[in-house]
C-alpha cells in the first residue's frame, strides 16, 4: 500500500500494538476496529471509489468510521454538524454519498433517499469493539493520488465547494506539521476542535496518528474542563481557534499548564492581545499558523525562536509561499502586500465536479507548476514572517486607500470595553466604501472616546467612520467572524 495515514496507522499497531492512540484504545485495537468497520460499511453498500458522508459530532465512532471509509477505498465527506436543510442538501446532493453516517442528535436532519443508507454512529462504535466480526476481506489498494476526503469550503461567496484531498495530501499535510511541531508518539493531543473541519481532522486527528501519539478527543469544546485537563498534566499538545483561548484566560485562574509544551492556534486570526495575555499569565507563547481547506497547512511560527504577535511565521518543511498581484499575478516586492500563493504535497488537486473553480483557483509558473491562489493578503518580512492582513475580497478600499481589517481590528481590540471586533466596508457613493466596525462591547463603553483613541493611532483613512455595538458577532462554527452577514445586517438597516 502507499504510505498514508491508514500505513502509518498500521506500522504503529505492529510496532507498539499496545500504545494508546485514541484515548484509552492502543494502536492495534484502532487498527482491527477500523478493519471491522469497513466490512460492515461494506455490507451496508459502501463500494470503493463511492462517497461515505459523517454528519456528526465529535465522538469514537466518527473516527471509526473516518477510518473505515478510507480502508473501504471510499472518499469521506465530512459535514459541518451545524448545517441543517439547505447546506445539508447541497452538500448531500452535490457529493452524493451511498452512506452517511449520523447520531442522535443529527439523524433527524438527514432525509430519506433512494440509494442512500443511514447508519447510526452508535452501530459503528458496536462494531468497532466486536471481536466477532470479521475483517474487510481484500481491502482496497490505495494509491496516494487517490482522493482520500471531500470537504467543503464555508461558501461565503456563493455555494461551499468541495475540495479534494488526496491520500497523498493528507499524509503531506500530517508529516510537514510533525517536522515542524517536533510532533513524537510521547505527545498526546486534547482535541476538542470539529473533526468536520481540517484543522481537527488534518492537523489533529491525522496529525497525531502519523506522529504516533494519542489523542483525548472530546465532543465539543468546554472552558472548565480543557483547563482541568490541561493543569492537570493531562496532554502535551491543546489546538484550538482565538475564542477558546479567550475562553481559556477567562477560566484558567492562577492553574499551570506546566506540561503542555505547545499552544497553537489557527482558523481566524488570533489578537495581539490574546497572544500577550496568554504568555504573560502562563508563560508559554501560543504558536500561531495559517492555513486553509484547500492545503491543509503552509505558514508557522516557528517552534524554536519568536512568536510574535500577529504573524503566521514561515512556511512549513516542503510547502513554498510566495506573493503576487492578485490582478497581474506579478511578484510584489519585498514589504509590499499581496495574494498568499502556495505550491506544495499539501495542495489539493481541486473542487469536486466543479472544473471552472478548479482552473479559477490556480495559476502557473514558468516552469509549469501550480500554485493555489489563496485570496488571503499578506505582507513578509525577514524577521517576523509573514503577517495576514485579510481576505482580498474582505479589503476595504476608501477614497483609493486600502484599508486592511486586520490592522484596524487589532487596533479596536487593545481599547478598554472592547471585547470583539470587525471591519467592513459601507457603500459610499463619494469613495466607494468607507469603513465601519461591529463591536461586542462592555455597558460603559463609549464610542467617542474609542473612536477618538484610533485617530491618534492610525491614519485618518482608515478610522471606521461608525462602530455599531453588536451583542454576539455572527461566528461559524470555528470562531471565525462571518463578515457577510455583518453586510447584510448593514444593508437591511439603511
Keep these: 500500500m502507499t504510505r498514508s495515514v491508514l500505513s502509518a496507522l498500521d506500522a504503529h499497531a505492529a510496532a507498539r500494538p499496545d500504545a494508546l492512540a485514541l484515548d484509552d484504545v492502543s494502536y492495534a485495537a484502532l487498527r482491527d476496529a477500523s478493519l471491522r468497520v469497513a466490512a460492515k460499511l461494506h455490507d451496508a453498500g459502501l463500494r470503493a471509489g463511492d462517497r461515505l458522508a459523517i454528519y456528526a459530532e465529535n465522538r469514537p465512532g466518527f473516527v471509526y468510521a473516518y477510518l473505515g471509509g478510507l480502508r473501504a477505498g471510499a472518499t469521506v465527506v465530512t459535514v459541518n454538524v451545524l448545517y441543517r436543510s439547505s447546506d445539508l442538501e447541497h452538500i448531500l446532493s452535490d457529493a452524493m454519498p451511498s452512506v452517511v453516517c449520523v447520531s442522535a442528535q443529527s439523524a433527524q436532519y438527514v432525509p430519506a433517499q433512494d440509494g442512500r443508507t443511514v447508519v447510526d454512529l452508535a452501530d459503528v462504535e458496536a462494531w468497532a469493539h466486536d ?7 481484500g481491502p482496497p489498494a490505495i494509491e496516494a493520488d487517490d482522493v482520500a476526503i471531500l470537504i467543503y469550503t464555508s461558501g461565503t461567496t456563493g455555494r461551499s465547494k468541495g475540495a479534494m484531498l488526496t491520500h497523498g495530501n493528507l499524509l503531506a499535510i500530517a508529516e510537514q506539521l510533525g ?3 517536533r510532533w513524537t508518539p510521547s505527545d498526546t493531543l486534547l482535541l476538542a476542535l470539529p473533526l468536520f473541519h481540517v484543522h481537527g481532522l488534518g492537523a489533529g486527528l491525522n496529525g497525531t496518528l502519523v506522529a504516533g501519539g494519542r489523542v483525548l478527543l472530546r465532543e465539543r469544546f468546554d472552558a472548565p474542563s480543557v483547563v482541568a485537563a490541561l493543569s492537570a498534566g493531562e496532554a502535551t499538545m491543546f489546538f484550538g481557534v482565538p475564542t477558546m483561548y479567550v475562553r481559556i484566560l477567562e477560566q484558567a485562574g492562577d492553574v499551570r499548564f506546566d506540561r503542555v509544551r505547545l499552544f497553537v492556534s489557527g482558523s481566524a486570526a488570533l489578537p495581539a492581545t490574546v497572544h500577550e495575555d496568554f504568555a504573560r499569565r502562563f508563560g508559554i507563547s501560543i504558536l500561531e499558523r495559517y492555513g486553509s481547506t484547500e492545503f491543509g497547512f503552509a505558514l ?21 509561499v510566495r506573493l503576487a498581484d492578485p490582478v497581474s499575478g506579478e511578484p510584489i516586492d519585498a514589504g509590499g502586500t499581496g495574494e498568499i500563493l502556495v505550491h506544495g ?7 469536486w465536479h466543479n472544473e471552472a473553480a478548479t482552473e479559477a483557483a490556480f495559476a502557473r509558473d514558468a516552469q509549469g507548476r501550480r500554485w493555489y491562489k489563496s485570496g488571503d493578503l499578506a505582507t513578509f ?3 517576523r514572517g509573514y503577517t495576514i492582513n485579510g481576505r482580498l475580497k474582505e479589503l476595504v478600499i476608501s477614497g483609493g486607500f486600502n484599508v486592511y481589517p486586520i490592522e484596524v481590528e487589532t487596533e479596536l481590540l487593545r481599547i478598554p470595553g472592547i471585547r470583539a471586533a470587525a471591519l467592513i466596508g459601507q457603500p459610499d457613493a463619494a469613495r466607494g466604501e468607507i469603513p465601519v466596525a461591529f463591536v461586542e462591547v462592555d455597558d460603559d463603553f463609549d464610542a467617542e472616546t474609542a473612536l477618538a483613541t484610533l485617530r491618534e493611532r492610525l491614519a485618518s483613512f482608515k478610522v471606521p467612520k461608525a462602530l455599531y455595538p453588536i451583542d454576539t458577532l455572527p461566528r461559524n462554527a470555528m470562531g471565525k467572524v462571518e463578515k457577510p452577514r455583518l453586510r447584510e445586517m448593514l444593508a437591511t438597516s439603511d
Design 131 to 137: 471481536a466477532s466480526i470479521e475483517p474487510l476481506a
Design 179 to 181: 517536522e515542524a511541531w
Design 300 to 320: 508557522s511560527n516557528r517552534y524554536e525562536g519568536p512568536r510574535n504577535a500577529g504573524t503566521v511565521g514561515f512556511p512549513l518543511p516542503g510547502v513554498e
Design 345 to 351: 504535497a499539501n495542495v489539493f488537486t481541486g473542487y
Design 381 to 383: 518580512d525577514p524577521e
